[in-house]
């Protein structure tokens, strides 16, 4: 059995990881040194487009539950990742260019792996192929025809992704470095806070910044433009990306009216992102009206924040538990197209493809992990054919069945989850050697 990856994203190298460490040769096709999509700017593998986070890194947190669970499964990503961390609390968040890096030279030096640069326009397969689509959120033109032909609908909204400016030209004597509650080091965040006419004024402004796209999008929730999410109310950012709690200004002792936080981009610290800053503004607005934030008046913008197209398939009508496809098991799906939501569940959904490419090549039975654990409880959600209104999903502790009796303090009801996950998983694994 031949088996070929088409995507060398999150998914995609997870999914021929897999598949190269189980023995078997396998083909991973990518496009960027022929073509690159709007949000990619380099040519490695598993390039992170949008923030360089991945989020928390507490077992008692869905998001370090999930990463968790993935190194236990080989994770490449995971494995990475933590080489390359760059300090951000309690988050796990990496040099992004070395991260790829990384990733790249452990997937083009693994000898089971067979590297191309090539833009596929059709989705096919050989007989005896075992094809899997890790093409990520932004596949349009041919292949996206080619694969709506097979899939039926196919469904779309749009992200968003957040500006980066340079450490040394933010001003300090009006910003301050901390981590909510104190959670990691002093210089894991910059912190920029408003006092209340300061706030509305910005506010203000930003709903009335000029937009790159005149049209509405149908973003999803978690990617929300700051300037959208501005227009729901004048409170409505202070209760969200801009909510002050946990943090101290140093200069008046009290906590500020509002805060935008910039986390570390690179390991050097010369980088920093808004957080939850994604933008759809125009690059000279952008400037304009981000420059009204204390401390970023002359800061010097690295990169300013796009809007592009995310394109995912209607999964709950179309896929197994296991990401492969109901009217044809030998093609599987895996990362954002399948509508996972996020860095490490895409990657997640590309070992659990993977892995379960292997054995159907080896005439074994599917491996889905139960849904206590995150991995399961995603492969449920994306397969569960009684969803009507598919929408992206990412790791979050709603999507576990509750603990009975029900533990009142969250931390403890949360860990308590993660531990139940922890032990389903291993006893998962047991099962299937």
């Keep these: 059995m031949k088996f070929r990856v088409i995507g060398g994203g999150l998914a995609g190298v997870e999914a021929a990881w897999q598949i190269a460490n189980a023995g078997c040769e396998v083909e991973l096709i990518d496009m960027k040194g022929i073509k690159k999509s709007p949000a990619h700017k380099t040519e490695l593998l ?24 993935m190194l236990r499964l080989g994770s490449l990503t995971v494995e990475c990742a933590k080489k390359c961390a760059v300090p951000a609390g309690g988050a796990l968040a990496v040099d992004r260019d070395e991260f790829s890096k990384l990733v790249t030279d452990r997937i083009k030096s693994h000898k089971n792996i ?61 910003a301050f470095g901390a981590s909510r509650y104190e959670r990691g080091g002093d210089d894991d965040y910059i912190n920029c806070p408003f006092n209340k006419e300061e706030y509305e004024l910005f506010i203000e402004e930003l709903v009335n910044a000029q937009g790159a796209v005149l049209h509405d999008f149908d973003v999803y929730e978690g990617c929300m433009p700051i300037e959208k999410l501005a227009k729901r109310g004048l409170d409505a950012p202070r209760f969200g990306p801009m909510k002050p709690v946990g943090l101290i200004d140093p200069r008046t002792g009290h906590r500020p009216w509002a805060c ?49 197209r995310n394109s995912f398939i209607n999964s709950p009508k179309l896929l197994n538990s296991d990401f492969s496809l109901r009217s044809d098991g030998n093609i599987f799906f895996a990362g954002q197209i399948t509508g996972v939501e996020g860095y490490m569940e895409s990657a997640a959904s590309g070992i659990i493809a993977g892995l379960n490419a292997v054995r159907l090549s080896q005439n074994k039975s599917s491996f889905v992990p139960t849904n206590v654990t995150m991995l399961g409880a995603l492969c449920a959600y994306i397969s569960d054919e009684s969803v009507k209104y598919f929408q992206p999903m990412g790791a979050n502790f709603g999507v576990l069945p509750p603990i009975e009796p029900k533990i009142k303090d969250k931390r403890e009801r949360y860990m308590a989850l993660a531990k139940r996950a922890i032990n389903s998983l291993e006893s998962d694994l047991e099962n299937i050697k």
Excluded: W
């Design 46 to 69: 598993a390039e992170l487009v949008c923030s360089n986070s991945l989020k928390a890194s507490r077992l008692d947190s869905a998001a370090g539950l999930l990463k968790e669970e």
């Design 114 to 174: 067979i590297f191309k640069t090539e833009l596929v326009t059709q989705l096919r397969r050989d007989e005896n192929e075992i094809v899997i689509v890790a093409t990520g959120p932004l596949t349009d033109g041919a292949l996206a025809e080619s694969i709506s032909s097979i899939t039926g609908d196919y469904l779309s909204f749009y992200d968003a992704a957040a500006p980066i400016v340079t450490a040394e030209s933010v001003d300090m004597s009006k």
């Design 260 to 308: 935008v936080q910039l986390r570390r981009e690179n390991a050097d610290g010369t980088m920093f992102n808004l957080v939850g800053f994604q933008t759809n503004l125009k690059f000279g607005e952008q400037k304009r009206v981000f420059s009204m934030i204390p401390g970023l008046e002359n800061a010097e913008f690295v990169r300013y924040g796009v809007m592009h």
